[in-house]
């Protein structure tokens, strides 16, 4: 089984806003497979699937972004799941708008809601999917009204084929393995 989380904030006042990037992969994921998020279940909303051979768990937490890792855990430790089982989808500030990249493991890179996770798994050891929301413009506008913004009409087409794509390379993850997705996603697909 792997479990895919797509990060963001609940509620419809952050629908659709940078920080919930991993919430909109993970909605056009279930689209594109047929599948419904639609159980809350330990703290997340969740929804299950067959992809070929491999069972799918589909998450969005609704602890709050940095308090992601609460309802991971809790997904994992049901499941009887380790961290190489896992993939996270998030926002990145570092990467351009419309932006992939997709790593085996690593750090959090400032992002709490990837911090929350790590500290709570107990393991760097999982797969991330980052769709790049780029930084602001105006050195003095703050990092926090950035991410809990909406995409400008510029980014817009950026973010929603980066949003297709992120869904269809967790298919090849899925199908075809992490290394196969990274070859082909990992490229500048901007």
Same mark, same amino acid.
């Given at each position: ?30 689209? +594109? &497979?047929? *599948?419904?998020?639609? /159980?809350?279940? #330990? =703290?997340?909303?969740? @929804?299950? %699937? ?41 926002? +990145? &500030?570092? *990467?351009?708008?419309? /932006?992939?990249? #997709? =790593?085996?493991?690593? @750090?959090? %890179? ?81």
């Amino acid at each position: 089984m792997w479990l895919v989380v797509g990060l963001g904030n609940p509620g419809p006042e952050y629908a659709r806003t940078r920080h919930n990037v991993g919430f909109m992969v993970v909605d056009r994921l279930a689209m +594109d &497979l047929g *599948l419904k998020i639609d /159980r809350v279940f #330990l =703290r997340a909303l969740v @929804g299950q %699937g067959q992809v070929g051979d491999r069972r799918l768990l589909l998450a969005k937490p609704l602890t709050w972004m940095n308090k992601s890792g609460e309802a991971v855990t809790a997904l994992m430790r049901w499941y009887g799941l380790t961290p190489a089982e896992l993939l996270v989808v998030s926002d +990145d &500030l570092d *990467l351009p708008a419309g /932006r992939l990249r #997709l =790593r085996k493991s690593g @750090g959090h %890179g400032g992002h709490k809601g990837l911090q929350s996770i790590i500290e709570l798994v107990g393991s760097r050891e999982f797969a991330r999917l980052r769709i790049g929301i780029g930084r602001p413009s105006d050195p003095g506008y703050e990092v926090v009204d950035w991410v809990l913004g909406r995409f400008t009409e510029e980014e817009s087409p950026l973010i929603e084929k980066a949003v297709a794509d992120a869904s269809s390379a967790i298919q090849v993850v899925l199908t075809r393995g992490l290394d196969a997705a990274m070859n082909i996603f990992n490229a500048s697909r901007v």
